[in-house]
């Protein structure tokens, strides 16, 4: 699942700043200075969710959601 990418968190990253999504769909910020990453914005200091996905080695009628703190959870 591609994650839904609002360019306002896009546009205020740091300058030494970049972003990834897993395969699962969580945004990760990376720090190209200093090599690190951190699951939450450089600015906001918040997680920034991607919503819900349905996989298939869930049950059917459960997805998969994320927290704002981006603790995995699972919905029926």
Known sequence: M???LHPQWISCLPSSWSYG???DGRVFFINEEA???T???PVSGEAVI???RKTP???TGWEEGFS???ARCFIK
């Open 57 to 59: 080695d869930l049950p």
């Open 39 to 41: 699951w939450l914005h």
């Open 21 to 23: 999504v897993t395969r």
């Open 68 to 70: 704002f703190e981006g």
């Open 50 to 52: 991607t919503g819900h």
């Open 35 to 37: 090599k690190s990453t």
């Open 2 to 4: 591609a994650a839904d």
